[in-house]
């Protein structure tokens, strides 16, 4: 009995030492990408070169850290500036129409 106890608790220890060899979340978060312009020069470089090694979620923080470093707040100085609509072209009316002269 006492063996059969010893070799279940290796197999679960041996079980949750695989489980935690595994693939870890990744720790570059947009934010920390955004004040690291160095790791984010490495990991794009990375994503350029082996997208599917990298993967999509790391490479998908890369692209909005950098979208948001070259963005900034995403608030533009121009984006409140008026465009003035263009002027519609003048529709000739009926009165201004003149009818062929007559001989």
Do not use: W
Not at 5 to 21: N, P
Not at 22 to 27: E, H, I
Not at 42 to 64: F, I, M, N, P, W
Request: glycine content about 6%; charged content about 25%; hydrophobic content about 40%.
């Amino acid at each position: 009995m006492k063996q059969l106890l010893i070799v279940a608790l290796a197999l679960a220890l041996s079980i949750s030492l695989i489980a935690g060899c595994g693939r870890s979340t990744p720790t570059d978060t947009v934010e920390s990408l955004v004040a690291n312009p160095e790791r984010l020069k490495e990991l794009r470089a990375q994503c350029k070169a082996d997208h599917a090694k990298v993967g999509d979620v790391v490479c998908g923080a890369v692209s909005e850290a950098t979208r948001r470093r070259f963005m900034g707040d995403g608030k533009s100085p121009y984006a409140n500036d008026p465009v003035p609509k263009p002027v519609p072209p003048a529709q000739p009316s009926a009165a201004r129409v003149e009818s062929p002269a007559k001989d």
